[in-house]
């Protein structure tokens, strides 16, 4: 079995959770309230912008130019094709996407997930760490994403139909380079390193967890006292 596949297998209890949890089920059926749809689009806003910005760290750390090349491919995607699936979501609450991510979120789930991937880009002169870090989010979206569309509880009268639709396909080359990335940086990893790569590639798939729940509750930074706007 190659490694990204051990990873994959490892972090199959955590999506199955993050499945049956109350945003992607929502979504699913199509009821997802309007403010889980804001957070979530204000704190993924967010969130892409650090997560381009880990790929131009990464630029230095890969083998080859053709791995440099697909970072930088992906860099425009993270600023341009991803925000179909987000508009995807607007448009659902009937709101234009770019007045709702006008307002900044930067709730305590996607705060620690940001510094998790942020601390293996620099801590680790191993590309892998980072990427271990970075790969759940494809995945996790694609593996949930292809589930919803075989799913019969998938209400295909919602727009939301259309979130799954997107991620059903748009991850796959991403997650196939990272599982081949991750498999050549880890050839000459020691038992304790590759441990180490596998605990964060399974943190980052719970903090993808945090991250739609975050969304779903409506996560504040809760400082006590006075109220914080």
């Known amino acids: 079995m190659t490694f990204s596949k051990e990873l994959r297998e490892a972090a199959q209890p955590i999506i199955e959770d993050i499945y049956n949890d109350g945003f992607i ?3 699913l059926a199509g009821t997802l309230s309007k403010q889980a749809v804001r957070q979530y689009l204000r704190a993924d806003a967010s969130y892409l912008k ?3 910005n880990l790929y131009a760290l990464l630029v230095p750390k890969v083998p080859t130019m053709e791995d ?5 491919e992906q860099i425009e995607f993270m600023l341009e094709g991803e925000v179909e699936a987000h508009e995807v ?3 659902y609450i009937n709101e234009p996407y770019n007045e709702i991510v006008k307002e900044k979120v930067w709730p305590p789930s ?6 998790h991937m942020y601390y293996n880009a620099y801590a680790h002169e191993n590309a892998a760490y980072t990427i271990a870090a970075m790969a759940p989010c ?7 994403a292809k589930r919803a569309i075989k799913d019969p509880a998938l209400n295909r009268d919602s727009i939301t139909a259309k979130w799954f639709d997107f991620y059903s396909t748009e991850m796959d080359p991403l997650v196939e380079v990272f599982d081949q990335l991750m ?3 880890t050839e000459e990893c020691t038992k ?10 399974l943190q980052s798939t719970i903090h993808e967890r945090n991250f739609f729940n975050m969304a779903y509750i409506d996560e504040k930074w809760n400082f006590g006292g006075e109220k914080h706007e």
Not at 68 to 72: Q, T
Not at 110 to 115: A, E, M, P, S, V
Not at 192 to 201: G, L, R, S, V, Y
């Open 192 to 201: 304790a390193q590759k441990e180490e790569i596998k605990e964060n590639f």
């Open 89 to 91: 979501l607007a448009d």
């Open 138 to 144: 494809p995945y996790v979206y694609a593996v949930v």
């Open 25 to 27: 089920q929502d979504l």
């Open 50 to 52: 650090e997560f381009s």
């Open 183 to 185: 498999d050549r940086l």
């Open 110 to 115: 996607g705060d620690h997930y940001i510094k």
């Open 68 to 72: 440099v090349k697909f970072l930088v």
